[in-house]
């Protein structure tokens, strides 16, 4: 218990006392294996969501989920970052053609409750502002050297992120956002998303 409660700190700090008798429920279930300690708990979000007696906690597996996305994103590969110099340097044909690589260090998150306003607030040390509003919200997690940042985007800046993800082409990843009713601006969403280091490197349709 002590290995998951390190993993999950900001859930740990959130449930208090409650956390030994989730945790202990969590481990009889999935007992930890040698050698995995960094990524011990990688079920619990989804414990969390179908443990009876957090029902009216739905945020608490968002939580979880964030802590769990620090530590991957912590532990991630180094790799260059592409900067908005690098995009402006390419034609218009070139950056809508090529595929955008996100970087090894990024994860990005999308609940449909304010379990990042939750999570930053324990993460951070800060009080929760009341009343609190209750509404989806997106994350982003890059690192910057051995550094991990994280900050709210947009959801539609999320579902580019995993169109990029899954290989599709600049064009093809904005044009699935778009049919999925998502608010993305191109121009304001790439380069905030560029500044923050989310992606290493784009391919072009021949690599």
Same mark, same amino acid.
Do not use: K
């Given at each position: 218990?002590?290995?998951?409660?390190?993993?999950?700190?900001?859930?740990?700090?959130?449930?208090?006392?409650?956390?030994?008798?989730?945790?202990?429920?969590?481990? #009889?279930?999935?007992?930890?294996?040698?050698? #995995?300690?960094?990524?011990?708990?990688?079920?619990?979000?989804?414990?969390?969501? $179908?443990?009876?007696?957090?029902?009216?906690?739905?945020?608490?597996?968002?939580?979880?989920?964030?802590?769990?996305? +620090?530590?991957?994103?912590?532990?991630?590969?180094?790799?260059?970052?592409?900067?908005?110099?690098?995009?402006?340097?390419?034609?218009?044909?070139?950056?809508?053609?090529?595929?955008?690589?996100?970087?090894?260090?990024?994860? +990005?998150?999308?609940?449909?409750?304010?379990?990042?306003?939750? =999570?930053?607030?324990?993460?951070?040390?800060?009080?929760?502002?009341?009343?609190?509003? =209750? #509404?989806?919200?997106?994350?982003?997690?890059?690192?910057?050297?051995? $550094?991990?940042? +994280?900050?709210?985007?947009?959801?539609?800046?999320?579902?580019?992120?995993?169109?990029?993800?899954?290989?599709?082409?600049?064009?093809?990843?904005?044009?699935?956002?778009?049919?999925?009713?998502?608010?993305?601006?191109?121009?304001?969403?790439?380069? #905030?998303?560029?500044?923050?280091?989310?992606?290493?490197?784009?391919?072009?349709?021949?690599?």
């Amino acid at each position: 218990m002590l290995t998951l409660a390190a993993n999950v700190p900001s859930l740990h700090r959130l449930l208090g006392e409650a956390f030994n008798e989730i945790a202990a429920a969590f481990v #009889r279930a999935q007992a930890p294996r040698r050698g #995995r300690a960094l990524r011990y708990g990688a079920g619990l979000p989804e414990f969390l969501a $179908s443990y009876p007696p957090l029902a009216e906690h739905d945020y608490l597996a968002g939580v979880a989920a964030l802590d769990l996305a +620090w530590i991957e994103s912590h532990l991630a590969p180094d790799a260059c970052v592409l900067t908005t110099a690098d995009v402006f340097a390419l034609t218009a044909e070139q950056l809508l053609h090529g595929r955008l690589v996100p970087h090894p260090a990024t994860r +990005w998150l999308t609940f449909a409750v304010p379990s990042f306003t939750i =999570w930053r607030r324990q993460r951070e040390d800060r009080a929760l502002e009341e009343p609190l509003a =209750w #509404r989806g919200e997106s994350a982003l997690f890059v690192r910057s050297h051995a $550094s991990v940042d +994280w900050r709210a985007i947009d959801a539609g800046e999320a579902e580019f992120l995993a169109a990029c993800a899954a290989g599709q082409s600049c064009d093809d990843a904005l044009e699935s956002v778009l049919a999925a009713g998502s608010g993305f601006d191109l121009a304001v969403s790439l380069p #905030r998303l560029l500044r923050a280091g989310a992606f290493t490197r784009i391919e072009s349709e021949a690599s």
